[in-house]
């Protein structure tokens, strides 16, 4: 997301124009979208001397007084999201019948690993070679 700082419009992504007000963000653009700097008069590339207007300057406190909330936001989100899973398993587990379910997957499991290490090594190969074959006829 890049806000803009004449017009306070957020745009997802990383777009190099406002999507409201149509100014640059940072740089001024020629019409073949070379990035120049904000006092330049021409393109260094092209030459053309329509360029876009940037948006006004931000101190540079005022940038990382910006990035701090939207890092402090998205950390909060996040341990938010955690903490909601984690009420949501505990619950699940809690119930006899998903208790159950998990338990008999995991015999299962445990018993198809057993099983596969009690396989000789020629058929365990043979296994992976024909899955490996599947998945190319399979990728085409």
């Known amino acids: 997301m890049t806000y803009c700082f004449h017009c306070g419009h957020l745009t997802a992504g990383a777009p190099l124009v406002c999507n409201r007000c149509g100014r640059s963000y940072d740089v001024r653009l020629c ?3 070379h990035p120049n700097p904000r006092h330049a008069q021409v393109c260094s590339q092209c030459g053309s001397s329509e360029l876009s207007t940037p948006q006004p300057k931000v101190s540079f406190w005022w940038r990382v007084g910006a990035f701090l909330i939207r890092a402090l936001l998205g950390t909060l989100l996040a341990l938010l999201s955690i903490f909601i899973l984690l009420a949501a398993a505990v619950e ?3 119930r006899a019948e998903v208790q159950e379910a998990l338990l008999v997957l995991g015999m299962l499991v445990v018993g198809l690993w057993v099983l596969w290490t009690r396989l000789p090594d020629w058929l365990r190969e043979f296994i ?13």
């Not at 070679?129 to 085409?140: A, L, V, Y």
Request: aromatic share 0%.
């Open 92 to 94: 699940l587990l809690k």
């Open 128 to 140: 992976r070679r024909s899955m490996r074959k599947k998945e190319r006829r399979n990728g085409r």
């Open 31 to 33: 019409p073949r979208l």
